[in-house]
T-cell receptor
Framework: SQQGEEDPQALSIQEGENATMNCSYK?????LQWYRQNSGRGLVHLIL?????REKHSGRLRVTLDTSKKSSSLLITASRAADTASYFC??????????????FGRGTQLTVWP | ETGVTQSPTHLIKTRGQQVTLRCSSQ?????VSWYQQALGQGPQFIFQ???????GRGNFPPRFSGLQFPNYSSELNVNALELDDSALYLC??????????????FGEGSWLTVV
C-alpha cells in the first residue's frame, strides 16, 4: 500500500485561481517533499518541509504540514498555464532500514486553462 | 537543471534481454537512488547506493542490480527483461542519505520499453 496519497487525483482550474492539493500518509516521517513532473519528464523538487515545521513558503507555493493528522497540503497561488503538471508528495521516514528512501503517492494531475 | 544526468533517454529492448542505465549525480552528492515509475503511478524505490555500498533496497527481484563508482556515478542493470519492466527509470542524488532532511534531486529519467 502507498505510504502517501494525494488528493484529488485530478484538478482543473482557470489561470489566476489558486490550486490546493492534499497529501496523507500513514507512518511518522522525518520530512516530506513535494515534487512536480511535466508529462514524461523527470521530477522537479519544489519544497522540503521537516517534521518539526508547520508551514513553508517558496514564491507562489505554500506548504503546510500537520503531523497529528499525518497530512500536508500544497497551495499554488495565482496559477498559470505553465503550472500544468503532476504533483507528488514524497515522505522520508524516520530512519532505520528505510533511511534515505522516499515514498510517493500516485500524484495529482493539475490542469490550468488559459 | 538539477545537475543529475541520465542516459540513454529512451530505449527499446526485447523480452529476455539485459539493459544498463547510467546516472551522473550532482556534484558533491555521494548518494544515488533509483526509482521505477510505471505509467500513471508514482515512483517506486528500487535501491540506494551510499559511498559505493548498497544502502537499502525496495521490493524488486535480484535481477535488478546496481553499482556506484568512486566518482559517485551509478548504473542500474536489469537482466531477463519482462514486459512489466517497461517504465520510466529515475535516478536521484543527494548529499547524505536523504532521509535526514537533505533535498533529493532527480534526473530526467530513462524511458525503457520492453517488447
Amino acid at each position: 500500500s502507498q505510504q502517501g496519497e494525494e488528493d484529488p487525483q485530478a484538478l482543473s482550474i482557470q489561470e489566476g485561481e489558486n490550486a490546493t492539493m492534499n497529501c496523507s500518509y500513514k507512518t511518522s516521517i522525518n520530512n516530506l517533499q513535494w515534487y512536480r513532473q511535466n508529462s514524461g519528464r523527470g521530477l522537479v523538487h519544489l519544497i522540503l518541509i521537516r517534521s518539526n515545521e508547520r508551514e513553508k513558503h517558496s514564491g507562489r507555493l505554500r506548504v503546510t504540514l500537520d503531523t497529528s493528522k499525518k497530512s500536508s497540503s500544497l497551495l499554488i497561488t495565482a496559477s498559470r498555464a505553465a503550472d500544468t503538471a503532476s504533483y507528488f508528495c514524497a515522505t522520508a521516514l524516520l530512519g532505520g532500514s528505510t533511511l534515505g528512501r522516499l515514498y510517493f503517492g500516485r500524484g495529482t494531475q493539475l490542469t490550468v486553462w488559459p | 537543471e538539477t545537475g543529475v544526468t541520465q542516459s540513454p533517454t529512451h530505449l527499446i529492448k526485447t523480452r529476455g534481454q539485459q539493459v544498463t542505465l547510467r546516472c551522473s549525480s550532482q556534484s558533491g552528492h555521494n548518494t544515488v537512488s533509483w526509482y521505477q515509475q510505471a505509467l500513471g503511478q508514482g515512483p517506486q524505490f528500487i535501491f540506494q547506493y551510499y559511498r559505493e555500498e548498497e544502502n537499502g533496497r525496495g521490493n524488486f527481484p535480484p535481477r535488478f542490480s546496481g553499482l556506484q563508482f568512486p566518482n559517485y556515478s551509478s548504473e542500474l542493470n536489469v537482466n531477463a527483461l519482462e514486459l512489466d519492466d517497461s517504465a520510466l527509470y529515475l535516478c536521484a542524488s543527494s548529499r547524505g542519505r536523504g532521509g535526514d532532511g537533505n533535498t533529493i534531486y532527480f534526473g530526467e529519467g530513462s524511458w525503457l520499453t520492453v517488447v
